[in-house]
């Protein structure tokens, strides 16, 4: 166990019974304590993490994961609304229910898999048109944006790489009284992530940083 296999899913924590054939297929770890103790255990293509499983928590181990690895990662949870914003802003690619039909959790693991093999992500920049209210991604591709998501580019922008503090993005949307945003501010975060996913780009750069705010993980320039 913990043996490299690019080709396979990383399985962590014990599936329940109606997903052990499926977990079979990867490299199956018991726990994050077997899974971070393993030779290369940010070196696979994909992860499978169970919220239940022992050791480090469920969230924190997906944020950890996300720290060290772009590779695609599915959540699965026994409460998958309650935990459903947490574990998305940790770093999670989609959240399943733990107790789904096996059938679904491989479709959605499957569908995972395509849009990492299709990525194959250009390595140039991403650019903010301001003026145009576009984002060209690294490919060529241009995603028309919205006032609001001019603004949250633009704070990445101006913070070159670094981390933009959730407040700071708070008040740049909503100006400086704005209080209780947060709930706000993902939706707003997530609608942009959904814009450029459908305009074909499945590397997006935009990540959470946990109690801190956000940010974005490549170039992304003026244009």
Same mark, same amino acid.
């Given at each position: ?62 944020? +950890? ?9 599915? !959540? /699965?949870? @026994? &409460? ?6 947490? $574990? ?84 740049? +949307? ?9 709930? !706000? /501010?993902? @939706? &707003? ?6 814009? $450029? ?27």
């Amino acid at each position: 166990m913990g043996e490299k296999q690019q080709s396979a899913h990383a399985w962590i924590g014990t599936p329940p019974r109606s997903l052990e054939r499926l977990a079979s297929r990867g490299v199956r770890f018991d726990d994050s304590d077997d899974f971070l103790l393993s030779a290369e255990p940010f070196e696979h293509r994909l992860y499978v993490v169970d919220l239940q499983q022992r050791g480090v928590p469920g969230a924190d181990l997906v944020r +950890l994961i996300r720290r060290r690895s772009q590779a695609g990662l599915v !959540a /699965l949870s @026994a &409460a998958p609304h309650a935990q459903f914003v947490q $574990v998305l802003e940790s770093g999670a690619d989609c959240m399943v229910d733990r107790l789904a039909p096996a059938a679904h959790v491989e479709a959605v693991i499957a569908a995972l898999r395509r849009r990492l093999e299709m990525a194959a992500a250009p390595s140039g920049p991403w650019k903010l048109k301001q003026e145009q209210a576009r984002l060209q991604a690294p490919d060529g591709t241009e995603i028309m944006l919205s006032r609001s998501d001019v603004t949250l580019l633009s704070a990445f922008v101006q913070a070159e790489g670094g981390v933009v503090a959730r407040a700071d993005i708070t008040r740049s +949307l909503w100006g400086p009284e704005a209080t209780d945003m947060d709930g !706000a /501010l993902h @939706a &707003a975060l997530y609608r942009l992530r959904k814009k $450029v996913e459908q305009a074909g780009q499945t590397a997006w750069p935009a990540h959470a940083v946990a109690g801190v705010g956000y940010e974005f993980r490549a170039p992304l320039l003026l244009g």
